[in-house]
């Protein structure tokens, strides 16, 4: 990773690293913790890109383990059979492959496009806030929201 983007990351990432951590028998809080851990890691040494789900879940199977041998006596965990176990349940839903297709997607938009989902999911624009912006009425706002949804929606259709 050039540069590393935590809140993508954590998008990506967090909610299943904290999954994960509680399937090894992490408590909510000891999964907060090792997830956090996790993240100052990957800021110290960012994973490799094509990686980077597997570097994240061994970071924090590291990370869990070791807190839990200062905290409390270790319950012998076959790795291995937990490992598929999660495969097994977090399998590969083609949610990734989606979310590769809506980033082709978002990156074919005009930029005027590409502005407005910037806007109102990223910086978390109000309706009133894109139409002061982009000088458009609020039925112009909510006209174009709706289009470029469509069409992000078409085009991942289209290459899935």
């Known amino acids: 990773m050039p540069e590393l983007d935590l809140d993508t990351l954590w998008r990506d990432h967090g909610v299943d690293l904290q999954r994960f951590l509680r399937v090894l028998g992490a408590s909510h809080a000891e999964a907060e913790d090792a ?3 996790v993240f100052l890691q ?14 994240l879940r061994t970071v924090a199977k590291n990370a869990f383990l070791k807190s839990v041998r ?5 319950v012998p965990l076959d790795m291995q059979t937990i490992e598929q176990d ?15 297709a809506l980033k082709r997607c978002i990156a074919g938009l005009d930029e005027r496009e590409k502005q407005i989902l910037h806007m109102r999911y990223t910086l978390n ?5 894109l139409g002061e912006a982009l000088s458009l009425s609020d039925g112009g706002v909510k006209n174009l929201l709706e289009r470029v949804k469509y069409k992000l929606k078409a085009c991942v259709e289209r290459q899935g």
């Open 35 to 37: 997830t956090q851990e």
């Open 42 to 55: 990957a800021l110290r040494t960012p994973p490799a890109p094509g990686n980077t789900a597997a570097w």
């Open 70 to 74: 200062k905290t409390r006596k270790i």
């Open 86 to 100: 999660w495969a097994a349940v977090a399998g590969d839903d083609g949610a990734q492959g989606k979310v590769e």
């Open 125 to 129: 624009y109000s309706r009133e806030q």
